[in-house]
């Protein structure tokens, strides 16, 4: 089984919609969660932490359960703007850093 | 934040030649810093995991003496593709996380590999 399950997509969506993206994890050593966004051509950047109680930033929600292994990250009132790869990350200690294989999104105006 | 400086942004070479990536923490030490594969349209694909002081730890698939890597000091991975061939054509990305920390990785700028 793969330490990280993520669909690839791509997801096109229309302007407005929430989306929603999932990745599921393996290892129960897994710590520190976080969703990156990627751009074309470009370095993923950190987009969010997950925490366990859950975190918000403006039309950004990041969820983790621990019970189930999975994260997830929604997007309200997507924009055009928002269109990249999503990729989830988990971190067991500072040794290990396992990443998902991105979530290509478009958001069609 | 913490910064992760990656050199050359860009980088054309002959068939055959070999071309060093050098992937350096700015304002933190790392102990560990990956390298990573991304062709167009795909995902991150991990190489190989370079430990300071010690051989790198390449995944299944990855050639280690094709793909050199080296990890000399706290701040410095340097990833050398030898005996470059066109498939090798890529973007290249190396990322670090601060020693003992539980924080997020930070990424290079990325070098985009052509291979003639």
């Known amino acids: 089984r793969k330490e990280v399950e993520q669909d690839p997509g791509p997801f096109n969506v229309p302007e407005g919609a929430t989306v929603a993206f999932n990745c599921t994890y393996s290892n129960s050593a897994s710590q520190s969660f976080f969703w990156y966004r990627q751009d074309c051509r470009k370095e993923p950047k950190l987009l969010m932490s997950?925490?366990?109680s859950g975190n918000e930033d403006g039309r950004f929600t990041a969820q983790v359960d621990k019970s189930s292994k999975y994260i997830s990250l929604f997007i309200r009132d997507s924009q055009p703007s928002d269109s990249a790869t999503y990729l989830c990350e988990f971190a067991q200690g500072a040794q290990k850093l396992v990443f998902g294989q991105g979530t290509r999104l478009t958001i069609n105006p | 934040g913490a910064v992760v400086s990656q050199h050359p942004s860009r980088v054309i070479c002959k068939s055959g030649t070999s071309v060093k990536i050098e992937c350096r923490s700015l304002?933190?030490?790392?102990?560990?810093m990956f390298w990573y594969r991304q062709f167009p349209k795909q995902s991150l694909m991990l190489m190989a995991t370079s430990n300071e002081g010690s051989k790198a730890t390449y995944e299944q698939g990855v050639e280690k003496d094709k793909f050199l890597i080296n990890h000399a000091s706290l701040t410095l991975s340097t990833l050398t593709v030898t005996s470059a061939h066109p498939e090798d054509s890529s973007f290249y990305i190396c990322?670090?996380?601060?020693?003992?920390?539980?924080?997020?990785?930070?990424f290079g700028q990325g070098t985009r590999l052509t291979v003639v």
């Open positions: 304002d933190f030490q790392a102990t560990t």
């Open positions: 990322s670090a996380r601060e020693s003992g920390s539980s924080t997020e990785a930070f």
């Open positions: 997950v925490y366990s």
